[in-house]
T-cell receptor, first 112, second 110 residues
């Protein structure tokens, strides 16, 4: 098992650009999550999904969109990048509701 | 409002000694807690958990203690090893998510 994989590892965006952070898991987990971690802060939940076709907002969803067309993939879309979105983004998945078991390696995003 | 707090941003311990990492929470409805370890440039990895029906859970060198009346949990690492140097996050379980503390950076000195 590759577990949870994320691409890219690093990215620099200009203000107003858009991009998609990719997340894939091969453990057949129903639950998937996107977190962001700002310096000196804990992980904040952006969006989560309880299964293919079902997504919901977390604590900090503004400026992001997600989709879940398959069990394996849970991409995170930034439409108009802002400096406040400079952060490290972690995708995670779990087999059980609320139990976050496996995190990806993270994507470090800088918006200039 | 930070519902899960780790008030010590960093901790240094000599190799072989005990490391104690602390975590406080505000919501008495939380009923499940986890500790994660994070190395630089990697995602967090699950370390140990505890249900609110217990006050202690042990896994090898790692023990988590829960004091519900004080809304406090702690992670003990005995003996500490240089490979334990990492950032440790505690998390409390909400409905669909975990609420994370800000982390404590542990440095184990050889």
């Amino acid at each position: 098992n590759a577990g949870v994989t994320q691409t890219p590892k690093f990215r620099i965006l200009k203000i107003g650009q858009s991009m998609t952070l990719q997340c894939t898991q091969d453990m057949n987990h129903n639950y998937m999550y996107w977190y962001r971690q700002d310096p000196g802060m804990g992980l904040k939940l952006i969006y989560y999904s309880v299964g293919a076709g079902i997504t919901d907002k977390g604590e900090v969803p503004n400026g992001y969109n997600v989709s879940r067309s398959t069990t394996e993939d849970f991409p995170l879309r930034l439409e108009l990048a802002a400096p406040s979105q400079t952060s490290v983004y972690f995708c995670a998945s779990s087999y059980e509701r609320g139990v976050v078991g496996d995190f990806g390696p993270g994507t470090r995003l800088t918006v200039l | 409002d930070q519902q899960v707090k780790q008030n010590s941003p960093s901790l240094s311990v000599q190799e072989g000694r005990i490391s104690i990492l602390n975590c406080d929470y505000t919501n008495s409805m939380f009923d499940y807690f986890l500790w994660y370890k994070k190395y630089p440039a990697e995602g967090p990895t699950f370390l140990i958990s505890i249900s609110s029906i217990k006050d202690k859970n042990e896994d090898g060198r790692f023990t988590v203690f829960l004091n519900k009346s004080a809304k406090h949990l702690s992670l003990h690492i005995v003996p500490s090893q240089p490979g334990d140097s990492a950032v440790y996050f505690c998390a409390a379980k909400g409905t669909y998510k975990y609420i994370f503390g800000t982390g404590t950076r542990l440095k184990v000195l050889a």
